[in-house]
């Protein structure tokens, strides 16, 4: 299977709790991780970085060989960064947040579900979803790339939502 990103194998690991993960060396031994294993290490490298101040955009350093706890490392600030995101958007009364592609699927599964408006792992499917639910007088805030194609769904919004022209003389 073609991985886009590390935040894609996350959904792997509820559904594959007990299949192996990794395997790793340890000198002349060999050992394997399950993705529940994987999980359980990762949340507890996650909790300890938070018990330590450390928060999103703070810069770690990790030196360590190559191993289950490494994986584990990576995984917990990947996801970590999801979840500082999501805690954000509730902080900032954000009403609904859509998420587009693998990329964006941990913080979609971090968001509560009253701030998840739509999912999709393109952007082609999840412009019907934001023209659904945008109402006039909502303000809008789109956030990616040109990778990310969300020029589309600005384009349909822009149409759906256009300004009546102003006659002269009027304010």
């Not at 954000?94 to 968001?111: E, I, N, S």
Request: glycine fraction near 8%; charge should be positive; aromatic fraction near 8%.
């Amino acid at each position: 299977m073609t991985r886009n990103s590390l935040l894609s194998v996350f959904a792997d690991f509820e559904r594959f709790a007990s299949g192996r993960a990794i395997v790793y060396s340890r000198g002349y031994r060999h050992s394997s991780w399950t993705y529940e294993t994987l999980a359980a290490r990762a949340a507890l490298f996650a909790n300890a970085l938070r018990s330590r101040g450390i928060r999103s955009n703070d810069r770690i350093l990790l030196w360590a060989a190559n191993s289950g706890e490494w994986v584990a490392a990576v995984v917990a600030d990947t996801r970590a960064l999801a979840e500082d995101a999501a805690e954000a958007v509730v902080a900032d009364s954000v009403d609904l947040v859509f998420c587009c592609g693998p990329l964006m699927r941990a913080l979609w599964d971090a968001l509560p579900s009253a701030c998840q408006g739509g999912y999709a792992e393109t952007s082609a499917a999840l412009e019907p979803q934001v023209l659904a639910a945008i109402q006039p007088g909502d303000s809008v805030m789109v956030k990616g790339s040109l990778g990310s194609r969300m020029g589309p769904i600005v384009k349909a919004l822009a149409s759906s939502y256009r300004r009546a022209p102003v006659a002269s003389g009027q304010t």
